[in-house]
C-alpha cells in the first residue's frame, strides 16, 4: 500500500519523476511532526538517477515514488538532469538522512528500527551510530535471509516489528527490493516512517568504506564506488546515464514543443 502523495507545492518533476525541493530543515520538522502526532504510513524515497530509470520502466516503482511523503535527490546525476529542465535541485542522500536523523531525534526519544543487510550489519551499524550518538534509541534490529520468506515468516517480522514501537524504520535492502517492501508493509507496520536507504547500512556499519567527505563535497561518490565495485555499479551507472540522457533530450526540446502547442 502506497501513502499519500507529497504536498504538490514542494515538489517540481523531471520526465513525469517527483523531487521534493525542500530543506533538510524542513524534511526533519516534517519527520518530527509526524512522529509526535503518532501518524503511522508515511515514507520517504531516496531517489537516484537509477532509480529514476526505473521508475520509467516499472509502473510499481513509480507508485512508490509518488506515494512517498518526501522523493530526496540522491546524486549529481539528479542534479544534472534539473539542470536541462530549469531546477536547481539540492541533494539530501540517504546515509547523510540517516546521520541527521540519529542526531536530531536524539532529544526527542526517536525509536529506530534497523531492517536489511547482511547478516550482523544492522547490529554493527547500531554499535557504531551509538558511539557517534549516545542517546540514540534504536529498539531493535533484523538481518532478513536472502531468499523470499514464507508467508509466516514475514508475519512473524511484521509482529517482531510493532512490538518495538519504532518511529522510523530504516529499510536496507537495494534499490527496488527495499521501496518495494517498504510499499508493501505500509499498512502493517505501525511506525509514522519507513525509509528505505538501502547502502546506509553498509556505510554506518564500515562493511564497505564510504567516499571521504571531500570526495563527497565534489560530487564523486559515484567514481569512488565504481573503484570499489566496478562489476556492480558499471551497469547501475549505465543505466543512470541513460537517465540522465533521456532527462536532458526531453528537458531541451520543452521549449521547442511548447512553441508547436
Same mark, same amino acid.
Given at each position: 500500500?502506497?501513502?499519500?502523495?507529497?504536498?504538490?507545492?514542494?515538489?517540481? #518533476?523531471?520526465?513525469?519523476?517527483?523531487?521534493?525541493? =525542500?530543506?533538510?530543515?524542513?524534511?526533519?520538522?516534517?519527520?518530527?511532526? !509526524?512522529?509526535?502526532?503518532?501518524?503511522?504510513?508515511?515514507?520517504?524515497?531516496?531517489?537516484?538517477?537509477?532509480?529514476?530509470?526505473?521508475?520509467? !520502466?516499472?509502473?510499481?516503482?513509480?507508485?512508490?515514488?509518488?506515494?512517498?511523503?518526501?522523493?530526496?535527490?540522491?546524486?549529481?546525476?539528479?542534479?544534472?538532469?534539473?539542470?536541462?529542465?530549469?531546477?536547481?535541485?539540492? !541533494?539530501?542522500?540517504?546515509?547523510?538522512?540517516?546521520?541527521?536523523?540519529?542526531?536530531?531525534?536524539?532529544?526527542?526519544?526517536?525509536?529506530?528500527?534497523? #531492517?536489511?543487510?547482511?547478516?550482523?550489519?544492522?547490529?554493527?551499524?547500531?554499535?557504531?551510530?551509538?558511539?557517534?550518538?549516545?542517546?540514540?534509541?534504536?529498539?531493535?534490529?533484523?538481518?532478513?535471509?536472502?531468499?523470499?520468506?514464507?508467508?509466516?515468516?514475514?508475519?512473524? =517480522?511484521?509482529?517482531?516489528?510493532?512490538?518495538?514501537? /519504532?518511529?522510523?524504520?530504516?529499510?536496507?535492502?537495494?534499490?527496488?527490493?527495499?521501496?518495494?517492501?517498504?510499499?508493501?508493509?505500509?499498512?502493517?507496520?505501525?511506525?509514522?516512517?519507513?525509509?528505505?536507504?538501502?547502502?546506509?547500512?553498509?556505510?554506518?556499519?564500515?562493511?564497505? /568504506?564510504?567516499?571521504?567527505?571531500?570526495?563527497?563535497?565534489?560530487?564523486?561518490?559515484?567514481?569512488?564506488?565504481?573503484?570499489?565495485?566496478?562489476?556492480?555499479?558499471?551497469?547501475?551507472?549505465?543505466?543512470?546515464?541513460?537517465? =540522465?540522457?533521456?532527462?536532458?533530450?526531453?528537458?531541451?526540446?520543452?521549449?521547442?514543443?511548447?512553441?508547436?502547442?
Amino acid at each position: 500500500m502506497i501513502s499519500a502523495p507529497m504536498a504538490t507545492s514542494n515538489i517540481k #518533476y523531471i520526465l513525469g519523476i517527483p523531487i521534493s525541493m =525542500v530543506s533538510h530543515e524542513h524534511v526533519l520538522a516534517e519527520i518530527d511532526r !509526524r512522529i509526535k502526532e503518532k501518524c503511522p504510513g508515511g515514507s520517504i524515497c531516496i531517489t537516484n538517477t537509477e532509480s529514476m530509470y526505473h521508475a520509467l !520502466r516499472r509502473p510499481e516503482h513509480m507508485a512508490y515514488i509518488r506515494g512517498a511523503e518526501f522523493s530526496l535527490c540522491d546524486g549529481v546525476g539528479v542534479i544534472a538532469a534539473g539542470y536541462f529542465w530549469g531546477l536547481k535541485i539540492n !541533494r539530501y542522500n540517504g546515509p547523510i538522512l540517516q546521520l541527521d536523523c540519529s542526531d536530531y531525534g536524539q532529544a526527542r526519544g526517536w525509536r529506530h528500527f534497523f #531492517y536489511g543487510g547482511k547478516e550482523g550489519v544492522a547490529d554493527l551499524m547500531a554499535t557504531k551510530l551509538k558511539e557517534q550518538f549516545p542517546e540514540l534509541n534504536v529498539v531493535g534490529t533484523y538481518c532478513p535471509p536472502f531468499r523470499e520468506m514464507s508467508t509466516e515468516e514475514d508475519e512473524s =517480522v511484521v509482529a517482531k516489528i510493532n512490538a518495538t514501537r /519504532p518511529d522510523i524504520v530504516w529499510v536496507g535492502l537495494g534499490l527496488l527490493k527495499q521501496e518495494a517492501w517498504v510499499a508493501n508493509h505500509l499498512d502493517r507496520i505501525n511506525a509514522p516512517w519507513m525509509v528505505p536507504v538501502g547502502a546506509s547500512f553498509d556505510y554506518h556499519s564500515g562493511a564497505i /568504506p564510504w567516499a571521504p567527505k571531500w570526495i563527497r563535497s565534489l560530487g564523486l561518490e559515484w567514481v569512488f564506488r565504481l573503484i570499489l565495485q566496478p562489476k556492480l555499479r558499471a551497469r547501475r551507472y549505465w543505466w543512470s546515464l541513460i537517465f =540522465v540522457i533521456e532527462a536532458a533530450l526531453a528537458g531541451m526540446l520543452r521549449p521547442i514543443k511548447a512553441v508547436f502547442k
